[in-house]
């Protein structure tokens, strides 16, 4: 898969960026706030059919204007496919496949992805479970577009049994007859995205653990533990037995709404006992192995995308990291960094071959060099 050229208009604060992609590994340089990153999440949004960085779609139009565009040509299996995304504010957003619209995102996606590293996916260590949950659910719903309906299905039935839960105490009364039909649906999603869930976990660690010695060449032990409540129980048990504690709270508090993806380091939270270098080296190894299990799953390399990881990590990494370009463990990649010379130096030296893009105020210098 190759992304040959990439168009943004009015997105972000690039009022109309024209790119061609000629070369493997592609490097936007530039100030802070020039837009580079923002290039990448074009792309992102070109993938998923929304921003990495703020889901909310009117953010993303630049300031002063009320709509966006974004298009993008690829290659695929020698098939080439124009992919481009409108919004307009007050309006739905829609994606089209060569000048024709999905009836519904979720046929889209898995057909182009991309796998981001970057310095906010620190939030998977700090945040609350549901940023983790996200990071299992996209990454399956990138090869499986069936687990992502049943997702779809599972969150739609669980908000319509918290809207009649809440219902039951504004009225007074209790249904169980009318309670039964959401149970039924949330068991047969619920367990079937939980097996999907653990069977990628399974395969995701030793991948995993392979890219983290890698990386970090140290010694400690590092595990992915899947931590759900049907690990252990029937979940229709469960569900049956929380039916008057979800009654008095009005809200459901079982289901695989309540996972969470834990990390361990020496069989502790590496949120507490990780430095903040065996945090970076945790979350490269976890974004490098969900590349490789997508790429296993799919049958070819998604688009990598490196968002300001010279600035935010040291030599030691880098050099790992552009080591396993240069073996052609990847596919495309993109780039962004603050510095030309340096990202000349370092992919010169690696013989590899790139195009640099200088970025300035949202718009290309037209200065390349390769």
């Keep these: 898969m190759f992304l040959k050229e990439l168009q943004l208009y009015q997105f972000k604060n690039h009022t109309e960026s024209k790119f061609s ?4 590994v592609n490097c936007f340089v530039g100030d802070n706030g020039a837009g580079k990153t923002n290039i990448l999440d074009a792309i992102h949004y070109l993938s998923q059919t929304k921003s990495y960085f703020n889901h909310i779609d009117k953010q993303n139009i630049q300031f002063e204007q009320n709509y966006f565009m974004l298009k993008g040509i690829f290659e695929k299996d020698q ?3 124009e992919i481009q995304c409108n919004f307009k504010e007050g309006e739905t957003k829609n994606i089209k496949k060569d000048k024709k619209k999905y009836k519904r995102f979720s046929e889209h996606i898995g057909r182009f992805p ?4 970057s310095p906010t996916d620190t939030n998977l260590i700090i945040e609350d479970s549901e940023v983790r949950r996200k990071y299992i659910d996209s990454s399956i719903a990138q090869y499986k577009q069936s687990y992502l309906q049943m997702l779809i299905q599972y969150k739609k039935n669980l908000k ?3 809207a009649l839960l809440k219902q039951f105490v504004e009225k007074g009364y209790f249904d169980n007859l009318s309670l039964e039909i959401y149970d ?6 619920g367990n079937n995205i939980h097996l999907e869930r653990t069977e990628f976990i399974k ?3 030793p991948v995993f653990n392979k890219y983290y010695k890698e990386i970090s060449d ?3 032990t590092v595990n992915l533990e899947y931590k759900s409540q049907l690990n252990d129980n029937d979940f229709s048990t469960l569900i049956h037995s929380s039916r008057e504690k979800d009654r008095m709270s009005k809200t459901t508090h079982v289901g695989i709404h309540k996972d969470d993806l834990l990390f361990q380091m020496n069989n502790y939270p590496i949120k507490k006992t990780g430095s903040q270098g065996q945090q970076k080296s945790f979350l490269i190894a976890l974004k490098l192995a969900q590349f490789e299990f997508i790429k296993k799953q799919a049958g070819f390399k998604p688009i990598l995308l490196l968002d300001d990881i010279f600035d935010k990590l040291d030599d030691h990494r880098i050099l790992k990291i552009i080591g396993f370009v240069n073996k052609n463990v990847f596919g495309q990649v993109f780039i962004t960094d603050t510095h030309k010379e340096r990202s000349e130096e370092i992919l010169t030296k690696a013989a590899i071959n790139y195009n640099i893009f200088k970025i300035e105020n949202g718009k290309l210098n037209n200065e390349k060099a390769k």
């Design 184 to 189: 039924k649906k949330l068991i047969e999603y």
């Design 203 to 205: 395969q995701l660690n």
């Design 114 to 117: 991309v796998i981001i590293i």
């Design 160 to 162: 319509q049994r918290n």
């Design 21 to 24: 992609f000629t070369e493997p």
């Design 79 to 81: 098939d080439i496919t």
């Design 218 to 220: 140290s010694k400690e």
